[in-house]
C-alpha cells in the first residue's frame, strides 16, 4: 500500500522523521508554556513597593524596665522590651534541655545589651499577636507573652515554653545604631 | 444515561425540531430534569438537598456580582467601602445580608447533602464518582468562603487571614516561602486582599462547573433511593418532571422562607461583632474563630498540642485538619457492606449518629476558647471523627447482619402502604 510505504520511507535507526518531528514540536510547545508560567507564578511574591517597607528606625529612650512598645516592621508587629534583671535571671536559669527551640538569652539578644528583647510579634503557632507587651496584658504562666488565640507561653526570653507553637518568637535582624536607637531589618 | 423506558424526546413545533438539529440544549434539559429523566419513585425530602445548594449557589453568584459592583478591594478603603453598601447603596444592606447569610444556608443544605449521603449510602457503587466530586465541591465551597469572609477587611477577616494562610507556613522548609508567596507579602495586605477577591470571583463558576460533572455522573447509574435497592422495572420510577420539579419547588419555598427570616431578622446571628471593627494588623481579637461552618475542622486543628514522632504539634494539626476532610475521598472504599441504606443497616445506624453527635461536639469545642475541657474533648472527638472512618466503618461493614430487604423499591412502597392502611383501620 503506498501509505505504508510513505510512513516507514527513510527508517534508518528506528525513528522517523515525524516521530522526530512531534517530539520536537511538543517540547518547544513544553518549553514555552514552562516561559510562560514562571511569570504568572512569580506575580504572586511580594511586589518592589511591599519589599522596599523592610527597614524601621525605632527610639527605644522611652522604654522603662519591665516595659515594651509594639511597633510594625514590613507590615508584622515588632516587640521591643526592656527586661528587668530578675526577668533576665529568670530567663538564664532554665536548662537548654527543657526547651522545645533550645537558645539562650545571649544568642537572642545583643552583646552587653542583653536587657532589649526584640522579637516579631508574630506567634510561631499560626500568626496572631501574642499578649504582654502592653501594660496590664496577660503574660502567660511563664511572664513573658501570651498567645490568646490557640493557647502558647512564652517566657522572659520570648521562648516557646507551653501550648501548640513549634518555636520562640523570631528575632529579626537589627542594630544600634546608639544606644537609643535601634534599626529593623 | 437513562433507562430503556425513558421518555423519549419529540419536539412537534417546528422552531423546537429546527432548534433539535442545530444546537439540542432543549433535549439535553428534557432527558436532564425533564420527563426524560426517570427517578425513583420513593424520594423523601433528604432529596431535595441538592437543589437547595444549586439555589443557594445562584443566590451567591447573583448578589455576589452585584456586591462587586460597589466593593472595592483595596485594604485602604474595602471596610469602609463594605460599610457605603450598608449605608448608601439603595438596597446595599439587603443584598449583602442575603450574600452572608447565603453562605451559611449554602453550608446549611450541603452538610444536609452530605450527612444524607452517608445515611443512606449513596457514596457506594455505582457512584462513586458522584461522592468524589462532591467532597471536590466542598472543598471549593470552603476556599471560596474564606476568601469571601476576608473581604470586608475586619478585625475577623483579617486575622482568618492571618490564621489560615499560616497553615501554610506549618509545611517543613518550604512552609514561610509558599505563605509569603500566597500572601504576596509578609503578612495579610493590600495584595493578599486583591488575589482573594479576583478568586473569589472565579471559584463560584468553577464551583459550577465541577456541579455539572456531579450531576453528569449521577445521571448515568440515576439516582440512589432511601431503600438503597437499585432500581429494576418501570414501575420504581417516575419522570423527574412533574414529579420531583414540584417536590423539589415546595423544597425551594421552605428554603427561601428559613432564609429570609435569617436576613430580615437576625442577619448577624452567624457573624461574628468583632468583623466590624476595622483591621488591625498590631492587635488580635481576644477570641479568633472562623464562621461556624469550619468549627469542626478547626476543632480538629488545635486538638494537636503536643509534639509526637517527629512532627511538631503545629504540623500534626493542620495534616489532621487536611486529613480529616481527604478521608472523605476514600469513603467508598473504606465501606464495605454491600447494602446502601442505613434503614437496613443496624449497626452502621447506631454508628452514623454518633458520628452526627462527635461533628457536633467538635463544632462546639472549635467555638470555644483553646482551654480545658474543650481541647481535651476536641482530642477526644478528634480520635473518633478519625476511628469512625478507619476503624469502626470498616469493622462494622463486615461483622453487621443487616436487615432483611424488600425486592425491589416498588414492593418497599407497596409494603409501606400496606403497613399505613392496617395502621388506619387497627
Known sequence: MASETETTAGIEDGVRRRDFINIAAVSFAGVGAAAVVLPLVNQMNPSADVLALSSTEIDISAIQPGQAIKTSWRKQPVFVRNLTPVEIAEAKKVPLSELRDPQTIDERTKPGKENWLITLGVCTHLGCVPLGAAEGENRGDYGGYFCPCHGSHYDTAARIRKGPAP????????????????TIG | MSFPWAKPYEPQHPLMKWMDEKLPIPRLVYNA????YPVPRNLNYFWNFGVLAGAALVIQIVTGIVLAMHYAANAGVAFNSVEHIMRDVNAGWFIRYAHMNGASMFFIVVYLHIFRGLYYGSYKAPREMVWLLGVVIFLLMMATAFMGYV?????MSFWGAQVITGFFSAIPVVGDPIRVWLLGGFAPDNAALNRFFSLHYLLPFVIAGVIILHIWALHIPGSSNPTGIEVKDEQDTVPFHPYYTAKDGFGVGVFLLVFVALTFFSPNLLGHADNYIPANPLSTPAHIVPEWYFW???AILRAFTFNFLWIDAKLWGVIAMFAAIALLFFLPWLDS????????????RIFFWLLVLDVFVLGWCGKSPAEQPYVFL?????????????IILPIISRIERPLPMPNSITEAVLAKHADDKSAATA
Open chain 1, 167 to 182: 518555636k520562640n518568637l523570631a528575632v529579626p535582624p537589627y542594630e544600634f545604631n546608639s544606644d537609643t536607637v535601634v
Open chain 2, 378 to 390: 476536641s482530642q477526644f472527638c478528634a480520635a473518633y471523627y478519625f476511628a469512625h472512618f478507619l
Open chain 2, 151 to 155: 473581604l470586608p477587611w475586619g478585625q
Open chain 2, 296 to 298: 469542626p475542622f478547626y
Open chain 2, 33 to 36: 430534569t425533564g420527563p426524560g
Open chain 2, 337 to 348: 457492606s454491600p447494602v446502601k441504606s442505613s434503614n437496613y443497616r443496624p449497626l452502621n
